[in-house]
């Protein structure tokens, strides 16, 4: 009787040198975890890819960088996805979870200059310096603090955006970015502050990477499980809980701070603080509310962001995000009446 070969996972991700980097390190940590298996990568590119030149403010939300991968997961030819765990939409398709969330890198935003400049943070900039970033939700928060700056979209990977940043004759004078992207892919250095709370919070589940797979393949769930860091796991459904009642996505002013507290026992318990924020496009109105309570499971995390984000929307922010949709529905309009592709 022929034995049958171990099965090989294949692990797959977006192609861009960040996804790549990400990916490999997933791989490589299950790896660690389950030495007698074997694992394998693949990438492809995305229709978050494709756009580079439009905002994400009229993208049509995060299944942009998901949904042709999802694609090749429901088809079976790949068997987990590695995603930034901020880029995967709050709902997902039909037969597909997240089964796994690794441990979580410094999750704030970070100012990186042009180099050369002498500029460390963004009250050393002169009056009318422009400032690259593709976030609404970082906009809408250092227009708050920095009115005096000028805010000017910046597409591309990471590589594109510090090349646009350092061009001679380019336009911006610092652009703001995830740390956890300068730090996995090895431009710590070019850091010349951090940007974090109370002055900008950061998106939800910014810094966390997800393991998403088939909702029928017990198998691969639990190789998830087996690295899954549950501390990361618990404030990361909180926040996503959060968002998905506010219905906002990557490109909605909805900002979050996150602290846990593990219980000194050793069970699967702690303080969770979860603070969350919407602002307006131009940062007139700025709602903020801050809930903390114990939690013994992921499920309790989420009712924690759930009732945040029902405070929020009671106490002003259902107005915001009502005047976003209707800003948005009017420049899609706009770009279709200037023959321009808008992806919805």
């Known amino acids: 009787m022929t034995a049958t070969a171990p099965r090989k996972f294949t692990l797959a991700s977006r192609a861009s040198q960040l ?14 975890v389950h030495p007698t298996l074997e694992f394998d990568t693949s990438f492809m590119t995305t229709g978050g890819d494709h756009n580079q030149s439009q905002a994400l403010y009229l993208l049509g939300g995060k299944a942009l960088w998901t949904k042709e991968l999802e694609v090749a997961l429901a088809e079976g030819a790949v068997d987990m996805l590695v995603h930034c765990l901020k880029d995967v939409p709050t709902a997902l398709p039909d037969g597909c979870e997240i089964a796994g969330v690794l441990e979580r890198e410094d999750p704030v935003d970070c100012l990186v200059v042009k180099e050369g ?24 928060q250092l227009k708050r603090h920095f009115p005096k700056l000028v805010f000017k979209d910046v597409r591309g990977n990471l ?83 959060c968002l998905r009642v506010l219905e906002g996505g990557c490109s909605v002013p909805v900002g979050v701070y996150a602290t846990f507290v593990e219980a000194e026992n050793g069970e699967h318990k702690g303080r969770l603080e979860l603070v969350g924020a919407v602002t307006s496009l131009q940062g007139e109105t700025h709602v903020e509310h801050k809930i903390e309570a114990e939690v013994h499971t992921a499920e309790e995390a989420e009712a924690i962001g759930v009732k945040l984000a029902e405070v929020l929307l009671e106490t002003g922010a259902k107005a915001i995000l009502d005047d976003i949709n209707v800003d948005r529905n009017r420049k899609i309009e706009q770009a279709k009446a200037n023959n321009e592709k808008v992806d919805v």
């Open 19 to 32: 996804a790549q980097v990400q990916t490999n390190w997933a791989r490589d940590l299950l790896a660690k």
């Open 117 to 140: 400049a002498p500029w460390k943070r963004l009250e050393d900039l002169p009056d009318g310096s422009v400032v690259g970033t593709s976030s609404v939700r970082r906009v809408a």
């Open 159 to 241: 590589n594109t955006r510090l090349a646009k940043l350092d061009a001679p004759d380019g336009p911006y004078a610092a652009i703001v970015l995830a740390r956890a992207g300068m730090v996995r892919l090895g431009f710590g250095d070019r850091i010349t502050s951090d940007l974090g709370p109370p002055t900008l919070l950061y998106a939800v589940s910014q810094g966390a990477l997800a393991l998403e797979i088939r909702a029928d393949d017990d198998e691969a769930r639990a190789l998830c499980r087996s690295v899954t860091h549950w501390q990361t796991e618990y404030v990361c459904r909180a926040e996503r809980a």
